[in-house]
């Protein structure tokens, strides 16, 4: 990435789970969950997967992108306080 960072797909976490992209830029970690839209319980389902992702790199801010091909889907980007840790939620 420019020089400065690495990005990582389907990394593995010390548990032996997979992330989608892990991404190490300017020293910093972040995080990023894919998901496709199948309802409401389901992208809760993906804030609970990303917050464990980010306990196992004792990180608090990760992203959640999720692709809606719904005709009437309602796009954009939230900020959503899930436990102790701060989730990005963008839907496209």
Known sequence: MNGVGNYYIEVRTRNNRRMDVYIDYLGKRYIVE?????GQKYNEDGEKQLSDYLDSYRLKTGYLLTFSFNKNKETGV?????????????VV
């Open 34 to 38: 894919l998901k496709i839209w199948h």
């Open 78 to 90: 939230k900020t959503v306080q899930y436990e102790d840790k701060t989730l990005i939620e963008a």
